[in-house]
């Protein structure tokens, strides 16, 4: 079971203010963010913006990796590129091999990038990716590995 397991339930209280709504009974909610399908977890920001969305449910440890990746990419998405960056690379030094983590070494790079406006930074984070998942999405969004 996953809500249950001790290290989501901890992550989530530590990082997120939980709500849960049944969408048969909410429906102007599930019509607004469009929850077709349980269960949808969303992570929107204090305006009401969503920032990042799971569908279906997943394992303990790669559930735990897409809260990482979500938190990193409403930190990014706000600006706090010191932030994303840190909480990207946390997801890529605790759950290397999950699905995610190409993702977040993608972003990890573009934070230090944005933050610091050294090419240098997304292109060490970059080639890093191009290593670590060569065959990943996210490497293949990145055309000088392969030139």
């Not at 290290?7 to 709504?21: D, M, N």
């Not at 599930?30 to 399908?37: D, K, L, M, Y």
């Not at 699905?99 to 790079?109: F, K, R, S, V």
Request: glycine fraction near 6%.
């Amino acid at each position: 079971m996953t809500y249950p397991n001790e290290k989501v339930a901890a992550y989530i209280s530590a990082h997120f203010i939980p709500v849960k709504l049944n969408i048969k009974e909410s429906d102007d909610l599930a019509g607004r963010f469009q929850a077709n399908w349980t269960p949808t977890i969303l992570c929107v920001d204090q305006d009401g913006t969503l920032r990042h969305r799971l569908i279906g449910f997943l394992p303990p440890d790669d559930y735990l990796a897409e809260l990482v990746l979500a938190r990193g990419r409403v930190y990014f998405d706000q600006g706090r590129y010191d932030d994303a960056a840190t909480t990207f690379e946390e997801l890529v030094t605790q759950f290397p091999n999950s699905p995610q983590a190409p993702e977040a070494q993608y972003w990890l790079g573009v934070s230090q990038y944005k933050k610091s406006g050294n090419r240098d930074d997304l292109v060490k984070a970059w080639e890093e990716l191009g290593k670590r998942y060569p065959g990943s999405y996210w490497a293949r969004k990145v055309p000088f590995l392969y030139q």
